[in-house]
């Protein structure tokens, strides 16, 4: 498996080799017109870390919930249940006496709680939601080879589907064709280079591997385009969008990182926009954090002046689903082209006015019968004048609706 250390020491060379982004001018980020942008923030071994909000803009840290653990690091949202995950370790309890446990901290970001999963098998070191079914996609680290799971948060029982190479870190996962990229890196060479390996979620079958030169880190998956980016260990390191077939890197604008690179990623496929935590590792280990937005449709880009303490996971959730959010998202996904017929977008839409109706006089059961009518015609539609991954997404929002009905 990579270590940290090498990860840490080829930060702190590009760091001491380009300019400090303390130094930069930073312009200020737009913050997401919807949605809310969270990260685990404080440090790392020696006192609880806290979930914030995060605005982009200006770099405020707003908190949110105290997760009352040591160790939690990454973050993943589930936008349907509203729900996000963080993996970590308990305090003491471990084997011997000491070291702690590995646990998945759940929040729920409409009441503001904090729940703590069993000690679990497996040590997640990258997560991913799968929205199918709402089960995180992990990479493991077991012995000396790093495994795939899926972990139910029903149950917390983690089920493997494939084994890959030492060293393998990063995930981005295409729910439409049910396939996780991970990427492993070479440090021997500068810059980097590294592998682009294809999973099947479904079968287990594990790419050969697609060679990347230079080595892409921090890979996301915009379903919206359905296109895989990240950032590319050039020099200096740049935002980049990656053809899985190829191993083509593609510079999209010209976003760098003068920090040296980044640590986290999370996107906002709705409104194609990347939110980066770019991290400077300086003596003694400390770290500074600015979060670096991109578009990665234009390439524009900006970054937030520095947080006051250091975010190390971060996490896009869009805003709550409610009955005029899912008439938006139909129209939205017209406008795109994601529905390329104004008919079945209009009777569409005719099914979700019926709905919102019903919900509004307080019949749950008529607005849940015709939410199902629509989960029906998207299932109909689906691949045919809408996109596949607009008919998964709206048909999540269309259940959580029947399942959520005042």
């Known amino acids: 498996m990579l270590k940290k250390s090498s990860r840490h020491v080829l930060g702190f060379i590009v760091a001491a080799l380009i300019a400090s982004v303390a130094a930069a001018q930073p312009v200020p980020a737009a913050a997401p017109t919807n949605g809310t942008l969270f990260g685990v923030v404080g440090c790392q071994l020696d006192c609880h870390p806290f979930v914030d909000r995060l605005d982009p803009t200006s770099g ?7 997760l009352g653990q040591v160790g939690a690091g990454s973050l993943v949202a589930d936008p349907v249940d509203h729900r996000l995950y963080s993996a970590g370790a308990t305090v003491g309890g471990g084997k011997g006496g000491g070291g702690g446990n590995s646990v998945i901290f759940t929040v729920d970001t409409q009441a503001g709680v904090v729940t703590t999963s069993p000690d679990l098998s497996v040590f997640p070191l990258d997560m991913v939601l799968d929205p199918a079914n709402h089960t995180l996609l992990a990479l493991s680290n077991s012995n000396s080879s790093i495994s795939v799971v899926r972990l139910d948060p029903a149950t917390w ?30 440090f021997t060479v500068f810059p980097p280079t590294g592998r682009l390996f294809a999973i099947n979620t479904q079968t287990g079958a594990v790419s050969a591997g697609t060679s990347l030169n230079p080595a892409v880190f921090n890979l996301v998956f915009d379903t919206s385009s359905r296109a895989l980016y990240g950032e590319a260990g050039s020099f200096p390191n740049r935002f980049v969008q990656v053809n899985p077939s190829t191993g083509a890197v593609t510079p999209v604008g010209s976003f760098t990182f003068p920090a040296g690179f980044a640590t986290a990623v999370t996107v906002d496929s709705g409104t194609h926009t990347v939110f980066f935590v770019e991290t400077e590792v300086v003596l003694g280990g400390a770290r500074a954090t600015w979060i670096a937005t991109v578009n990665d449709q234009t390439g524009a ?14 996490a896009f959730q869009p805003p709550p689903i409610t009955a005029e959010s899912i008439q938006s998202d139909v129209r939205l996904a017209l406008a795109s082209g994601a529905i390329d017929n104004p008919g079945v977008a209009n009777s569409l839409l005719a099914k979700l006015n019926a709905a919102a109706d019903a919900r509004s006089r307080g019949n749950c059961n008529t607005a849940a019968n015709v939410y199902a009518s629509f989960v029906n015609d998207l299932s109909a539609q689906s691949a045919k004048h809408v996109a596949t991954t607009t008919a998964t997404q709206l048909t999540a929002e269309a259940q959580f609706l029947i399942a959520n009905c005042p």
Do not use: C, H, K, M
Request: proline share 10%.
């Open 60 to 66: 405020a840290e707003t908190p949110f919930v105290d």
């Open 157 to 186: 029982i983690a089920t493997p589907l494939a084994t890959l190479a030492e060293g393998a870190r990063g995930l981005a996962y295409d729910p439409t064709s049910r396939i996780l990229y991970t990427q492993t890196n070479d």
């Open 301 to 314: 880009s900006t970054l937030s002046p520095q947080t006051a303490q250091p975010v190390r996971g971060i």
